[in-house]
C-alpha cells in the first residue's frame, strides 16, 4: 500500500470513529475535525474524497458492510420459514431504526450508485436463507420484495402513519407492519 492509499485509509478511519462517537450524526462531523483527528490538512480530504458528502458515504457503506457481515439473526430455531423470515426482517428494522442516521445514508447511496455486493444486496442474500421455498429465484424474488419494503417504509417512516396508519417509533407497530408483508410475500 502507497503513502496516498495509507493516508487515505487513516482519514476513513477517523472519520469512521467521529461517526461512532457521535451515534451516526453526521451533521456534527466537520472536515476540519476530520482532517484534525487524521493529522492531515483539509485540502487533502478535499483531493482524495471531494467532499464531505462523498466521504460520509464511503465511511457509512463501510460500517453498515461491517455490520451486515456480521450480522447473525436469531430466529426461533423451531419456527416455520416465514416465522423465522419475519424475526430476522424484525431485527433489520430495529437496526435501522436505532441506527438511522447511516442507515439512511447507505440505503440512499445504494439506490444512487447500485452495486453487485452493495448493502441491498447482501441483505436481499441474508433474507434468501431464512425464506421458504426450494427455487432460488423465488426466494430471491421475495427477498428483494421484502427488502426493498423495509428500506421503503425506513425512508418514509415520518409519513407511514398518515399513508397506512403505523407508527414506526412504536416497536409493536412496526411488527405488525413486517408480520403483514412478510405473510403476504410468503404464502
Known amino acids: 500500500m502507497g503513502n496516498s492509499d495509507i493516508?487515505?485509509?487513516?482519514?476513513?478511519?477517523?472519520t469512521i470513529k467521529l461517526i461512532q462517537e457521535l451515534n451516526g450524526n453526521t451533521q456534527k462531523?466537520?472536515?476540519?475535525?476530520?482532517?484534525a483527528n487524521s493529522g492531515v490538512g483539509v485540502g487533502l480530504i478535499h483531493h482524495?474524497?471531494?467532499?464531505?458528502?462523498?466521504?460520509?458515504?464511503?465511511?457509512?457503506?463501510?460500517?453498515?458492510?461491517?455490520?451486515?457481515?456480521?450480522?447473525k439473526p436469531i430466529p426461533a430455531k423451531e419456527?416455520?420459514?416465514?416465522?423465522?423470515?419475519?424475526?430476522?426482517?424484525?431485527?433489520?428494522?430495529?437496526?435501522?431504526?436505532?441506527?438511522?442516521?447511516?442507515?439512511?445514508?447507505s440505503i440512499l447511496g445504494d439506490m444512487e450508485n447500485p452495486k453487485?455486493?452493495?448493502?441491498?444486496?447482501?441483505?436481499?442474500?441474508?433474507?434468501?436463507?431464512?425464506l421458504p421455498g426450494e427455487r432460488e429465484e423465488?426466494?430471491?424474488?421475495?427477498?428483494?420484495?421484502?427488502?426493498?419494503?423495509?428500506?421503503?417504509?425506513?425512508?418514509r417512516r415520518?409519513?407511514?402513519l398518515d399513508i397506512i396508519g403505523y407508527d414506526f417509533t412504536i416497536k409493536e407497530q412496526r411488527d405488525t407492519f413486517i408480520d403483514m408483508a412478510a405473510d403476504r410475500l410468503t404464502h
Open 7 to 14: 493516508t487515505k485509509e487513516k482519514i476513513i478511519d477517523e
Open 29 to 35: 462531523i466537520t472536515i476540519r475535525k476530520i482532517a
Open 48 to 71: 482524495y474524497f471531494s467532499s464531505k458528502e462523498n466521504l460520509l458515504e464511503i465511511c457509512v457503506q463501510r460500517i453498515i458492510s461491517h455490520v451486515i457481515t456480521a450480522f
Open 79 to 105: 419456527s416455520s420459514p416465514r416465522e423465522r423470515t419475519k424475526c430476522v426482517a424484525r431485527q433489520v428494522m430495529d437496526f435501522l431504526m436505532d441506527n438511522q442516521e447511516v442507515s439512511q445514508i
Open 116 to 130: 453487485i455486493m452493495d448493502n441491498t444486496v447482501k441483505t436481499i442474500l441474508g433474507f434468501c436463507h431464512t
Open 138 to 155: 423465488d426466494r430471491k424474488f421475495t427477498a428483494f420484495c421484502l427488502t426493498v419494503i423495509l428500506q421503503g417504509a425506513f425512508l
Open 158 to 160: 415520518s409519513l407511514l
